[in-house]
């Protein structure tokens, strides 16, 4: 079984395939796409990557995609690609947060990701309780009293920010790939646990959806 992982979200975006073996994920390929190339680059960056793995785009069974929250472009570009991709070929689509990868390939109970003008976008886990997600300036930080350490980041911008605020050192760790997220949505994939397709939106974490829980992953 043949899964693509799509990620547009940040400053640069990848793709990825991966095959199920044992309800496990054996990573074919994944390639990197610049930021400001994504419309150009995503769909023959997947058709390349299909003939490079020796298999078509018939036998995909289903789809990861980061859904946000970064750049709004290019979440936009990403899930429309994988909209259109699904409605071709009837596969399942799992889309999860970039904050939620982020976080769990740190290991952290909170991930923050730059939101530019000041502002970030904040994932907190606290035990036994859904995670929100929120759009943040750092007087709202600063009101809610920090926030629990360690936290995770992988923008220097966002680093700075946290150790200026927290007075601590944040954990620095690689940006999400489409990879990472294949294997971070396989166990909803394999449960069936799909989005659907017709009102898949981003994770913008703008105006009225700022502040509000999403989803675990």
Known sequence: ?????????????????GRVVDR?????GEKRMEGGEFAAALLQGIADLLDE???GIGDLRGIVAVAGPGSFTG????????????EVTGVGVVAI???????????T??????????????????EGEAAPEMLLTAGEINA?????????????AAAQLVEMLLEAEPMR??????????????????????DDVASLDGYYLRGADAKMPTRGV
């Open 1 to 17: 079984m043949i899964l693509l992982g799509v990620d547009t979200c940040g400053a640069f975006g990848s793709i990825a395939l």
């Open 24 to 28: 496990e994920l054996v990573l074919l």
């Open 53 to 55: 793995s020796g298999v």
């Open 75 to 86: 979440i936009r570009i990403g899930l429309s690609t994988v909209k259109g991709l699904a």
């Open 97 to 107: 947060s970039r904050l939620a990868l982020l976080a769990a390939e740190a290991g």
């Open 109 to 126: 109970p909170c991930a923050v990701l730059d939101a530019h003008r000041g502002q970030v976008y904040c994932r907190i886990y606290a």
């Open 144 to 156: 809610m009293g920090g926030l629990p350490l360690p936290v995770a980041v992988c923008e220097e």
């Open 173 to 194: 760790v690689p940006a999400p790939t489409a990879g990472k997220a294949l294997r971070f949505g396989l166990a909803r994939w394999l449960a069936r646990d799909c």
